[in-house]
């Protein structure tokens, strides 16, 4: 298992790694710098706003479709018409919702419209998830990769013609920027469907409403859990947007920079939750041990979390102003403090997915409950000081509670064995890797990017010194 896991993620790593560095780097970073701070920072606080109730348009159904293909293959046949229809329902339903609350915030005329572009596009995502969780369940990891990256393939060829092209007759708008958007989604969403439909025989399309129930009241679980881990990643750039009527969108803006990079190195977390969830439920069904994949992934991914992070804090503002034309100072502090959440983040995916496989989902829901109180709390008290510095710090100390109660839960749970000696390694590597990374900034010889990439190349041999990494261990478990 350990072995074909490593093949998954390889593949999916690979092509990821191809087309969405570019997207985020090439393509929206330069969106940001052409259109400046304050106006990109509204529709990336128009973009964070449908975001926090993005969950709804699923309610759970995509993990809870995942696991449940991934544990019985009949799954998809008997149930992919019922759960399209439900998915009809629950579109409706999130628009109204998001739009309820967009009146009451008092957003005006552009950006309800620029609002209505967004959730179109959240639910067109949603349904290019329903159709990737049939293939992840199937362990159809080839057809999930290539769909996770259409969608960027197709908005960075459209998205190139309007920023390279010369054929605009205006200015860049940041509306024609989500035109773009809207339309990868809407090709990439035919092709799930076609992908995903070959796998079928005769769905039945209804709106039975006592199936409608049934999914659900199974499903609700993973609906609260998503919105609840929504809220506590993106309600903080809506609150620096309200909460700073004179300066929101420009400190939106300068967020919005900062998580950028974030956003870059999650993407790694989020392809490794994608194929844990299915992989550990599978494991747990059939009552394999799933602590050898736990501990191989959860220490492999904390390993490059933290050398990536770290290296980036200590880099901070170097990075920032190669990539922002507007950068500072005040760039890179807010960019130093949020990247270093990611240790953290990295932590959730594992311990998370472990979690949700497992079903114990009233444990990550009152996580979530927890880090939305935590976090909503810090970002009022921070922000009107502190503004995005702030916020960076409200999600740092946030996130870093999460993680802990995560493995925490996930440990006692399923009665996972954590030796000391693990523990100091975790402990031990992160300081190494502060000693490194300050080390490589302020003293050698070399041109920061040099000194940078150095630093990063250090993670594999520091990593398999501390034990960390133990590639050749896992893959001769996974022969045996």
């Known amino acids: 298992m350990n072995k074909r896991f490593i093949a998954n993620v390889s593949l999916l790593f690979v092509v990821n790694l191809l087309v969405k560095p570019f997207w985020i780097f090439g393509i929206d970073r330069t969106v940001q710098n052409t259109v400046g701070a304050a106006a990109y920072g509204v529709y990336f606080a128009l973009f964070n706003y449908s975001f926090l109730l993005q969950t709804l348009l699923d309610f759970g159904v995509n993990n809870y479709n995942s696991r449940a293909v991934a544990q019985n ?28 609350g967009a009146f009451a915030l008092g957003y005006n005329r552009f950006q309800l419209h620029l609002l209505l572009l967004l959730c179109i596009n959240q639910v067109l995502v949603s349904y290019i998830g329903y159709f990737r969780s049939n293939l992840q369940g199937l362990h159809l990891f080839k ?242 000081h502190y503004k995005a510095l702030g916020a960076a710090w409200a999600a740092l100390i946030t996130q870093s509670l999460a993680a802990i109660l995560f493995v925490v839960a996930a440990v006692v749970k399923l009665r996972l064995k954590v030796s000391p000696a693990t523990v100091i390694a975790v402990v031990a590597y992160a300081g190494v890797y502060v000693v490194l990374a300050n080390t490589g900034s302020k003293y050698l010889p070399l041109p920061w990017y040099a000194s940078f990439l150095l630093t990063m190349a250090a993670a594999l041999p520091v990593a398999r010194a501390m034990g960390l990494l133990q590639f050749k261990k896992v893959w001769q478990a996974g022969s045996a």
């Open 73 to 100: 293959r009949q799954w998809l046949n008997e149930h992919f018409g019922g759960i399209m229809a439900v998915k009809v329902l629950l579109a409706f339903g999130y628009l109204l919702l998001c739009f309820a």
């Open 143 to 384: 057809a999930d990769s290539l769909l996770s990256v259409l969608d960027k393939l197709l908005m960075i060829g459209i998205c190139a013609v309007i920023l390279w092209g010369g054929l605009l007759p205006a200015p860049l708008q940041v509306a024609w920027f989500v035109y773009a958007q809207t339309a990868g989604y809407v090709l990439t969403c035919v092709t799930g469907l076609v992908v995903a439909g070959r796998h079928l025989h005769k769905p039945v399309f209804n709106l039975d409403y006592r199936y409608l129930a049934g999914i659900l009241r199974k499903s609700y679980p993973f609906a609260l859990a998503g919105v609840l881990m929504s809220v506590y990643n993106r309600i903080d750039t809506v609150m620096l947007e309200k909460m700073l009527p004179a300066d929101g969108a420009h400190e939106a803006g300068i967020y919005a920079s900062a998580y950028r990079l974030l956003d870059a190195v999650n993407m790694i977390g989020v392809l490794l939750s994608t194929i844990l969830l299915p992989m550990f439920s599978r494991m747990l069904i059939k009552k394999e041990p799933v602590a050898p994949l736990v501990s191989f992934s959860a220490k492999t991914l904390y390993a490059l979390a933290t050398a990536g992070a770290v290296c980036c804090y200590f880099y901070s503002n170097q990075l920032m102003h190669l990539l922002y034309v507007e950068a500072n100072g005040y760039y890179a502090s807010v960019f130093g403090w949020l990247i270093l959440s990611f240790i953290a983040i990295s932590s959730v995916y594992v311990f998370g997915s472990l979690l949700a496989a497992n079903h114990n989902l009233w444990h990550v829901n009152t996580i979530a409950l927890l880090s939305v109180a935590l976090n909503v709390a810090l970002n009022y008290l921070l922000i009107p």
